[in-house]
């Protein structure tokens, strides 16, 4: 009786909501965590109900990169002992001995292709009962892997890489800024070391590499988020990408060689260059071109050809590419040898991938984070573990990601705690959504029907195979033998059981000879099958019935071709769609939304709302907003028609229409089919558009400062019962929400704000910072130059301090965010900072409130100086009112008050500057931004331009444009200093944005556009789902929106980086 009512105690354990977390013993450098504190705390403040999770319990570890007391700090205990826990997570594979039966584990269990070294981990699992998920496992509708580090082991392998390529350049006698970089593991954070590569990169535009390892090309291989990863880190240097056909062109241009055989030039940027397979191969018949569906069926019809093409030109090779050894390799050692006898550039391997004797041959080893490097010398085929001598600089770490632990274990569990409530609490595995049902290996001890086919594999193990026929003096070998290679959809459409079914039931045996499974639910897997058979006509039934397996309609699209050898042939597998396959559940909700406006503000909008339905969006969605998924139907209008079309090119199931906003009648129409309107139209229009949505009855979202206007229809909007959310945007939006969620904690445990300060500022990259402003324009420059005279009023240690618009520049200090040091910024007071104190509720107990905006630093200096000599002049100009054609150096003279012969040069401009009254520092910074912006030029002022300010403008938004792929950049830092009275202890919290513009299909989302569209389109889905209860005229300054948003916000990918001192 006892006996039983401990089993019914144990099966409880499954599903029962309490959460354990390993500690990591397989590697010491395993700092990551499935969940931060961070994600325990929601998981648990959010109730077992709501989140599935009622405790936490966590193993304690002194090398876990968040410390136990932190844990602790959120409600989780903290023991050794997980025996109440019913699911257990982890990274890496635990210890043997530490499975407990009947439990759920989640973790890189690696035993989905048998592997042999990870089968005793699968023996415990199952003679454990235990219910296995493998993260490995968790694909998404997009068909890529959820749950994943890829994007952190390209970032920390390129970071390692140039640090020793610095090393690596000084061995062979030039000094290079890379010397000056670290390890990625050195690095508090990913953003140090991002600032870290930014500071080479300003060293390497300011004083140039050595002429003599130039032109310094970066290869990079793939497309994926490894490839991705690095390369985000290649373009914090400056840049250029190039075509892979266009390679050869680097090599030919002037090496600028002085008499002596010296370089005499320095070159100030580096070049990229991204390959796929269409670059590494060439079909045998020259009549055929690439076929990458071909390719991958078929490889053994296509020549390696990237050691022909790539490599020769090629100084870095950065490999981030998924290989199989089915294909070519992309460079052996044969080839090395001949590449380096002809004086191959190639200095250096960065095998991100870690594919010992993979896709690169000579890369035969591993290495370690704290010995990353070896050297290998092709001509002797001989490694050494230094830097000097004869060779290429290899690298191969096979943990990376753990580099950047704080953040990898962020990005990590912002998923995986999307999943966590359905493991925990799941007691039937049928209960379980698709894609979690998927990745479960085995449930109770037993294997899923998807991974039946593990003990085959392993039966047909050769090692296995040949013990066995020794101990038992048999043999499988049968009379007739072939190999039968198989690609397609093997393990994700059942289909690999089904062929070995199909051999077995008729007689026949196999041996797995060779098998690689696709990497994402798109890829197909590829497997090879020695099939044997005593009879003739048994081996051709079991061909017979594979074909039909391929060729389930009859149709001829399958191919089975005899190869060379007579006893092989070849049989693709195409995709089957099984009678009881699952089929996605229909979206039974359905909303509509409609985005006002065309600007580059709209299109993260509208990809943000449109992606909603999409299965990786089904969990945070289900997480934060608690409901069931909805299909949003999103409309971009514009007054112009193809200017919406642009907006939402790419984009399935949104439209386009065109829509005059002072059209009523049309705005009426629009407005009454959908549930919420977005306006991102100037502020000036959101009044119009609030009156129309309170006469429909339709939530309204504007990403603009709430205005007195907008303010006075606040009663109107609570009588229509409809909400109007303003300041939805970065700055005012993020800001807000940021600073109420620090501000709120501190005031739930009793601490009082004495100090909040915030600072923010969209600025280029630093590689596109390459004007003497540093600084540049996405759209007319006017309104940035009159914000640069709008007075400003703050509080600093409780004297109100004013600043005149007219001193806003000159009042300008300098500026370090303390996680940041290689930004070089200052900060100018921003408007009235009082009014945030009354917003945020600390105008009584902050001694300082202060709000500012960022510039690279020097940036104060110039605008001011072109100020007081009149370059901002709004009042008509007598020249220029003349009705005369004037030249932009004829009004240089005039502003500078020479009416001489006109002025030429940076030297003679400063000359004059100086003359009239300014320092020699600032007269030689306002006359090269006065020369780069062509005010010396002879040439026509276009006759709109009636003042000197119109003149500047025009040449501003002419010289300061983003031109091409450059980047943007937005960062955000706020820090509140909390005075906590009965311990008289002071915390500083900190919390930091900073976001880069990104191309995506093809396009240039800006980083201002993602930080201002996507939480506003967060906004809309908000109300969609009625977690704004409050109605009126409202900014996010409420927990009901600022908590929700912030979570969202990180889900989708916009990193917020928290401190507390």
């Known amino acids: 009786m006892n006996s039983n009512g401990g089993d019914k105690e144990k099966k409880k354990k499954l599903g029962n909501g309490v959460v354990g977390i390993l500690a990591e013993t397989v590697n010491k450098w395993e700092r990551r965590t499935p969940l931060t504190p961070s994600h325990c705390a929601r998981l648990l403040h959010g109730g077992k109900d709501r989140t599935g999770v009622s405790r936490i319990v966590v193993q304690p570890s002194a090398k876990r990169i968040h410390h136990d007391a932190l844990y602790e700090d959120v409600g989780c205990e903290v023991s050794d002992d997980l025996s109440d826990c019913g699911l257990i997570l982890g990274i890496k594979q635990p210890e043997l001995e530490m499975i407990l039966p009947e439990r759920a584990y989640a973790f890189f269990s690696h035993t989905h292709k048998a592997q042999k070294e990870n089968m005793p981990l699968l023996d415990k699992i199952l003679s454990e009962r235990v219910t296995l998920y493998d993260y490995e496992l968790i694909v998404g509708d997009h068909g890529k892997r ?145 076929d990458k569906a071909d390719y991958y069926v078929h490889p053994e019809h296509y020549n390696p050809v990237f050691h022909e093409k790539i490599a020769p030109y090629t100084s870095v090779l950065v490999n981030c590419m998924y290989w199989e050894k089915r294909f070519p390799r992309l460079l052996s050692t044969k080839q090395l040898q001949d590449l380096t006898a002809k004086g191959c550039p190639l200095v250096g391997i960065c095998d991100i991938t870690c594919d010992i004797g993979g896709s690169i041959e000579f890369v035969n080893r591993a290495t370690l984070i704290d010995s990353p490097f070896f050297r290998f010398n092709p001509m002797n085929n001989s490694y050494y573990q230094d830097m000097d001598g004869n060779g290429l600089l290899c690298m191969a770490v096979d943990i990376l990601p753990t580099e950047f632990a704080k953040e990898a274990s962020q990005h990590f569990g912002d998923i995986l705690s999307e999943f966590v409530g359905s493991l925990a609490s799941m007691t039937e595995i049928e209960n379980l959504p698709t894609h979690l049902k998927r990745a479960c290996i085995s449930y109770r001890g037993e294997l899923t029907s998807l991974y039946e086919y593990i003990p085959r594999m392993r039966k047909s193990d050769p090692d296995r195979e040949t013990q066995d026929n020794i101990t038992n003096g048999a043999s499988n070998q049968r009379t007739y033998n072939i190999l039968v290679s198989l690609s397609g959809h093997l393990f994700d459409k059942f289909l690999i059981n089904e062929a070995l079914d199909m051999i077995e039931a008729a007689g026949g045996s196999f041996h797995l000879a060779k098998c690689e499974i696709g990497q994402s639910a798109d890829a197909e897997s590829y497997s090879e099958l020695e099939v044997g058979a005593d009879d003739r006509k048994v081996l051709d039934q079991i061909i017979d019935s594979l074909t039909r397996l391929a060729n389930p309609d009859d149709e001829e699209d399958y191919i089975i071709s005899p190869r060379k050898e007579t006893n092989k042939i070849s049989l693709k597998i195409g995709k089957v769609q099984q009678e009881n396959e699952e089929k ?54 514009s007054l112009y028609l193809k200017d919406a079309k642009e907006t939402v090119e790419g984009m399935s199931e949104v439209e386009a229409v065109q829509l005059d906003v002072s059209d009523n009648e049309s705005l009426l129409k629009y407005v009454s089919e959908v549930d919420v309107v977005l306006s991102l139209l100037p502020a000036s229009c959101h009044a119009a558009v609030a009156k129309t949505c309170i006469e429909l009855k339709k939530h309204l979202i504007t990403a603009s400062y709430v205005d007195d206007e907008t303010s006075m229809l606040h009663e109107k909007a609570k009588s229509a019962g409809i909400t109007i959310l303003g300041e939805m945007g970065l700055d005012p939006g993020i800001d807000h929400m940021m600073a109420m969620k620090m501000i709120n904690e501190a005031h739930i445990r009793k601490g009082k704000v004495k100090s909040f300060t915030s600072y923010c500022g969209g600025l280029p990259s630093p590689a596109a910072a390459n004007n003497p402003l540093a600084y540049k324009f996405s759209w007319n420059p006017a309104g940035a130059i009159r914000a640069g005279r709008n007075p400003a009023k703050y509080k600093s240690n409780g004297d109100t301090i004013h600043v005149d618009g007219e001193d806003l520049y000159d009042s300008a200090t300098r500026f370090r965010v303390p996680n940041l040091p290689a930004f070089a910024l200052e900060c100018l007071p921003n408007r009235n900072s009082l009014v945030y104190g009354e917003h945020y509720g600390i105008e009584s107990e902050a001694s300082t409130i202060f709000r500012g905006t960022l510039r690279y630093e020097g940036f104060s200096m110039i605008m001011s100086t072109l100020s007081k000599l009149g370059f901002f002049d709004n009042e008509a100009n007598q020249l220029l009112s003349s009705g005369k054609s004037i030249t932009f150096g004829a009004l240089l003279s005039n502003v500078l008050v020479k009416d001489a012969e006109a002025l030429d040069g940076e030297e003679e401009i400063s000359k004059r500057i100086i003359k009239l009254g300014h320092s020699k520092e600032s007269a030689d910074k306002a006359a090269k931004t006065i020369v780069f912006l062509g005010y010396h030029e002879e040439r026509e002022i276009p006759s709109l331009c009636k003042s000197v300010f119109d003149a500047t403008c025009y040449l501003m938004e002419e010289k300061l444009a983003y031109s091409g792929n450059e980047q943007d950049m937005v960062l955000l830092h706020h820090e509140v200093e909390v005075e906590f009275p009965e311990s008289k202890r002071t915390e500083k919290h900190s919390a930091t944005l900073l976001e880069f513009g990104e191309i995506k299909n093809g396009q240039m989302t800006t980083a201002m556009a993602k930080t201002v569209g996507i939480p506003a389109a967060i906004g809309a889905l908000l109300l969609i789902e009625d977690k704004i209860k409050t109605r009126g005229v409202l900014r996010p300054l409420e927990p009901e929106v600022y908590l929700p948003a912030l979570d969202i916000l990180q889900a989708y990918g916009i990193k917020l980086m928290e401190k507390t001192e």
């Open 146 to 290: 959820l749950l994943a580090f890829g994007q952190y082991a390209g970032r920390a392998g390129l970071v390692d890489f140039l640090h020793g390529l610095g090393q690596r350049y000084l061995s062979l006698g030039y000094s290079t800024p890379f010397l000056s970089l670290g390890s990625s593991y050195m690095y508090s954070s990913l953003a140090a070391a991002k600032a870290a590569v930014i500071s080479v990169g300003e060293e390497i535009a300011s004083q140039g590499l050595p002429l003599g390892i130039c032109p310094l090309v970066f290869v990079f291989t793939g497309t994926g988020n490894v490839s991705l990863g690095a390369q985000e880190i290649f373009k914090l240097l400056p840049h250029t990408f190039v075509e892979p056909s266009k390679l050869p062109e680097l090599f030919v241009r002037d090496k600028g060689v002085s008499q002596n055989g010296k370089s005499t030039k320095r070159v100030h940027h580096v070049y990229g260059c991204i390959s796929t397979s269409q670059d590494m191969v060439e079909h045998q018949d020259p009549s055929n071109s690439f």
């Open 584 to 637: 996605p559940e229909e979206m039974t909700k359905r909303s509509a939304v409609l985005i006002l406006g065309a600007g580059r503000v709209c299109r993260p909008a509208a990809e943000f709302l449109a992606s909603v339905r999409n299965i990786s969006s089904q969990q945070w969605y289900k997480t934060y907003l608690g409901g069931e998924q909805r299909d949003v139907h999103v409309i971009v209008a």
